[in-house]
């Protein structure tokens, strides 16, 4: 019997209204655990004069406050080591991870039990069956296995599923590219950054991916790149087969939103277990399809530490599921993650995001690792230098591609001017995880320039 | 037990026997007598089932206080 299209068929189709309904009943029950049990809740509750039993319908979420990241770490430095939030004994607790801590702060440190471990596996079955991943599969995790979540869930998922899982593990990358082709693997999973770097050093092992492997999903995570239209050609060129982007984050444990098969240039939201608003930035009033916002995630999986309307700084725009054919009824992050609010950089009266920068740079296969370096000129002017490396043999476009790159980036940033620099090949960081791809060399008032 | 799931949809046959599973696993789960190989495997099944009734709309609710 030929496998179902959809990991979850009762849910998946549901019509939205009963999706909705179903979305009330668990808030509902979710804020009344969050009150009886996590004192961080039960505080920010009564101070906004909330209790769940005005819970009447979906809009009612309105009345439960915004929770944020720095609330939570404001939580974990008065009670260490996780805070009031926690909602349950931490014995109950079988794992321990904390955030990548990308922004350089405090992570977020977060426990689950057994259920919840059943639970953020199941959240990427969801997406890896919506892509097409299936028990024949080898899926090969091109991961350290470390503290940061990353792709354990995807791990545990994929056994879920019942495929073979390879762990890669704490290996160089030319062992890695070594396993995937000797084992015949046909599902890779990695950041979009690291299945670049994959390729590049397939290539240098005169091994052609696209003809010698068997891989034919690639599964993406954990940097935005994985729905930029020009990092996805590159990929799914080099790769020669298909990818997908899925995004998550430690403060949930698991993905949230994952691109299906029919690749509709954006990500599902798993709606049976999550409320995912989009709100204006600084007002927090809620803004409609179409319109660019922050999303605020509530999540139905993990009690241990429950989140509610839970800031994440992430930029999205959501769509109706209409603009995906494959029949899910849950709505659609048009794009994917966009990029993070926190991640805007003001040069000279202008806003510079990294993800922008990415998907003009992508656009040129000439291109291999860039950086975006800010630096002060004088100590007056703010300057914005690319840095980048060109793929070896490559190297006699340097000329034309500095000049085009320099005209696409000022064209997309109100006239601004980019310094554009060649730097050696192999002089730029590479990165297994969330890549770090701008510099902010700027001094700090109050801090002594270097 | 319930013969409707939380959209107030009747239970097929299969989801009325996921859901006397569960709740056979979690009185399981609530006796003191088990030795560690049929307390602690009987949590993992538990969770297992909780996954299942909870994706198919059966129940939502929380067991760490059963440890799971």
Known sequence: MPYPEFWNPKNETLPKEELRLLQLYKLRRLCEWAYARSPFHRRRFDAAGFGPEQLKTLDDIRRIPFMTREQWMESQLEKPMFGDLVATDQTHAIRYHLT??????????VL????????????????????????????????????????????????????????????????????????????????PTY???????????????????????LIV?????????????????????????????????????????HQPGGTHIIEDHFIEEVVHPDSGEPVGYGKLGERAVTSFGRGFIPLIRYRSRDMVVKVPDKSCQCGRTGDIYEGGIRGRWDDMKL????????RAVEAIVREYDATDEFQIYLWRKDDIQDEITLKVEMKPGR??????????????????????RFNIERVDHGSLPRFE???KRLVDDRPVVGQHSR | MSDVDLLNKPLT????????????????????????????????????????????????????????
């Open chain 1, 195 to 217: 299945a670049l770097r994959l390729w590049q050093q397939a290539t240098e092992m005169g091994i052609d991916l696209a003809r010698d492997s068997r891989v034919n999903k």
């Open chain 1, 395 to 416: 190297e006699a476009g340097w000329q034309e591609l500095q000049k085009k790159l320099a005209a696409d980036l000022a064209h997309a940033h109100e006239g601004l």
């Open chain 1, 221 to 261: 995570s954990g940097e935005p790149a994985g729905s930029i239209p020009a990092v996805k050609r590159q990929l799914e060129t080099a790769w020669g087969t298909k990818c997908g982007d899925t995004a998550g984050m430690t403060e949930i444990g698991t993905i949230m939103i994952f691109e299906c098969s």
């Open chain 1, 100 to 109: 990548s801590g990308t922004t350089g702060r405090t992570p977020i440190r």
């Open chain 1, 112 to 191: 689950d039990s057994t259920k919840d471990w059943e639970w953020i596996s199941e959240m990427w079955c969801y997406g890896f069956w919506g892509f097409g991943v299936r028990p024949e599969d080898v899926v090969y995790f091109a991961f350290g296995y470390g503290s940061f979540i990353g792709f354990w869930g995807a791990h545990y998922g994929c056994e879920k599923i019942g495929t073979l899982v390879i762990p890669g593990g704490a290996q160089t990358t030319e062992g890695r590219v070594r396993q995937i082709v000797e084992m015949g693997v046909t599902t890779v999973c990695s950041t």
């Open chain 2, 13 to 68: 046959d299969s989801e009325r026997e996921a859901l006397r599973i569960y709740q056979a696993l979690k009185d399981l789960a609530g006796l003191d007598d088990l030795p560690p190989c049929a307390a602690r495997n009987v949590r993992k099944a538990l969770a297992c089932m909780w996954q299942v009734t909870n994706d198919l709309d059966l129940q939502f609710e929380q067991l760490y206080d059963l440890g799971v």
């Open chain 1, 347 to 354: 040069i000279r009266g202008t806003n510079v995001y990294t």
């Open chain 1, 433 to 435: 995880l969330k890549a």
